[in-house]
């Protein structure tokens, strides 16, 4: 009876532990990730959503699994940039899409014109549309590497070896440039 | 000499991220110079169109609002969960009768008998809910330790006298009320989609006094102490056969579907699922010693009532006629309704996964309309229009 007394005890310690782990996990990568959300989707509000729904994952992931040597940082990239694609794929009015983002630039800006601001977003607009509709990995990497990851930071998050990144950047780069081409060219 | 460096070289060498090896050979090399320069040419384009991605100063939500959102979402989905075990599951899956077991713990009779005798006092001619925080219930429902050794103690402590049968499916009202052994409603104008009825079950709990605080003591509960009269306590419990009647497509009795499957699936694919279950009020006895509000202020304590809020609501209830409905905190509300001549409350939950259930108790009947979704407007209708 003492002994399974002892082993609750320390099963709830070791509880209290992961909680701790979790929260400190939580105030450690929150800014990063709800970043590249940001800059991903454009709306602050649907980027916080997605930036919880990607720790709420890493929740239950940790709730599932020892997470002991888990590199947390690169799991919730690759889950957070995942769950942005997916975010702006969904869109049905890609119209809504644009003004939602453009509106927010607006409220961010204080020196361009109007003008000037609008036809940036509507440049942004296009490039959301293009990583949505290339192929997941790539825009990942796209999105990682111009958020400033490191290439091993890229590696880490996209199970890739560090070695690769170079020439899939180079591939995912012309990806992009041809479909942002094709783009321009349907309007 | 060395080889040439390919493009993704090349591309690691503008991000200064080329293996240090290869560095001289670049220093060099006016072929992989040139190459280098055309590959930045080309890929500057595509730099100007991505940088903004690149994270200048950003407004970001302040970190311990985030954290205090999330750890709701993580609080509700536990609740969405142990609502499928406690609530909603066993509404859909073995009617009315599972539910009453709930009234085990917060329901029972007061302790207003004769020395040395059963008492055969509850008898349900009310509902009342009761908001509870799940987090205690949760730890001991769980798959944890603790959840096991709870497990374990109901094992050891119930002797079931008759095990509830698996649900029978019946083709009409009629063949149900022979079955089931009480006249079975059904609203006016309305066909059912299925009608099941679950035979009743009986089984007796004695109380292990020791072991039921040690489970209180483990969950971080110590200062709730059971009473040392309640050790050896014997409660019969018998609850009489359920019958549940389902309108537009519901999940077939006996299916894993409410219990393993996420809220929202269950809801796109039963979207027009109405339960309607009704069971004759469950029979409780208990020794006419055993401080049945003492017990129950422990059970309301422990879901997260103060010690006196928990004091206040067990003095204003009639322990013996009044069948105790837990809800989840903060995700439900509910309100009192009148409905078949009587007042039925109707509790909505309606965040993440919407839900219904409306209760009220009528002529020694239990009845419940449950559905997913917020129109529990249609729950009232039915509820009006039994003949």
Redesign the interface.
Known sequence: MIGSMKRLKAESAQKESSSLEFERLFMEHWASVYRVLHRLVGDPAEAEDLALEAFLRLYHETEKQKTDGMNAGGWLYRVATRLGLHSIRSWKRREHYELTAGRYALEESEQASPAEILAQQEERGQVRLVLSRMNERQSQLLVLRHSGLSYKEIAEALNLEPGSIGPLLVRAEREFEKQYRALAQEE | MQKHL???????AL?G???AKFLPHLETCTSCQMRQQQ?QE??R???R???????AE????P?QK??R??SQ??ML?KEISMTKKWFSFPLVRFGFAALALLTLFLAFPGSRAWAGEFLNLFRVQQVQVVSVDFTGLEQLTGD???GNRFTEMIGDSVDMQQEPSEPVSVASAEEASELAGFEVRIPEGMTPSQINVTSGAAFTFTVDRAKSQ?LLD?A?RGDLVLPESVDGAEILVNIPSAVSVGFGTCPTPGSEVSGNTEQSTTESRYPDCVIFAQIPSPNVNAPADLDIEALAQIGLEFTGMSAEEAQAFTSTVDWTSTLIVPIPQNASVNEQVAVDGVTGTLVQRSSEASQFVLLWAKDGILYAISGLGTNAEQAVNMANSLP
């Open positions: 390919s493009d993704g070289e090349l591309r690691a991000d991220e080329l293996d590959l080309k890929q384009e595509a730099g169109l991505l940088a903004f991605f690149n994270p950003q407004t970001v939500p970190a985030a954290w959102r999330l979402k993580i989905q944890g330790t603790l040690a483990e971080g």
